[in-house]
């Protein structure tokens, strides 16, 4: 048995209770419609060959929507949209992928999505997203702490090409010994160059962090890549 919103109509659903999809890759068909999240319990979303929606939106009054299994969103090609309005999605050991021109609508305090494991957040992207911000709408199970990306000109954007991105609440492993740090941080992975290129020589990327991370003092820190070495050949705190 399919769920089918039915083509032409695309019909919306709220779920109250728990999404479970026992059909495997052929349970739901997704079309255009929105699927909402509305419940004040705490809700669920499992299939164990991953669920894909077009449109999801988390509004939730309390609670939060943990993630089973992965997810995907479809991209421009089904108006593909994310919409964080009320309510984290828990990802655990599990991803969630945006497909490329899948719109992010939300990101905040009140609803975004909680990095508790080793789940991450992916985007993918295609050659007309250079000179694009793009929000990864991520914390832990206490703060919203996102990240945002740019690729500048001179970036090489393969079609196929994703990144992704998961916060960690601890002090990054190679700092160990440190005296002035962020107890936190972001790990950005981009997809390998051999299948779908993500070169950049230039990029701009911003970090929020909470006020209870800071170790040390704030004055003594800077932003860094760790790629197997640290960029300064001085001493790093941060």
């Given amino acids: 048995t399919t769920l089918d919103v039915k083509s032409g109509n695309n019909y919306a659903i709220s779920i109250k209770g728990n999404w479970i999809d026992n059909n495997g890759g052929s349970g739901f068909e997704e079309r255009a419609g929105t699927v909402t999240f509305t419940s004040t319990s705490a809700q669920s979303i499992t299939n164990s060959t991953g669920e894909t929606f077009c449109k999801l939106t988390i509004n939730k ?16 090609a089904g108006s593909g949209q994310l919409t964080l309005t009320s309510g984290d999605i828990i990802l655990g050991s599990n991803n969630i992928e945006l497909m490329t021109g899948c719109a992010l609508s939300g990101g905040s305090a009140t609803s975004y999505i909680q990095i508790t494991g080793t789940g991450m957040v992916r985007r993918y992207y ?5 000179n694009v911000n ?48 962020i107890n936190r941080y972001w790990q950005c992975d981009p997809s390998d160059p051999g299948d779908f290129d993500l070169t950049s020589s230039s990029y701009y990327i911003s970090c929020v962090y909470a006020t209870a991370d800071i170790v040390g003092t704030e004055a003594n820190m800077l932003l860094q890549k760790y790629n197997g070495t640290w960029p300064s050949s001085t001493a790093v705190d941060a």
């Avoid at 009054?61 to 991209?75: K, M, R």
């Avoid at 295609?126 to 250079?130: I, R």
Wanted: net charge negative; charged share 15%; no cysteine.
């Fill in 61 to 76: 009054a309390s609670n939060d929507v943990t993630l089973n299994n992965g997810i995907f969103l479809l991209g421009s």
């Fill in 134 to 181: 793009r929000l990864f709408p991520v914390g832990d199970g206490t703060n919203y702490t996102p990240d945002t990306i740019r690729f500048n000109t001179g970036t090489t954007i393969a079609l196929g090409a994703y990144m992704d991105v998961r916060v960690v609440n601890s002090i990054e492993p190679n700092l160990a010994g440190a005296t002035h740090y």
């Fill in 126 to 130: 295609d050659p007309s997203d250079v």
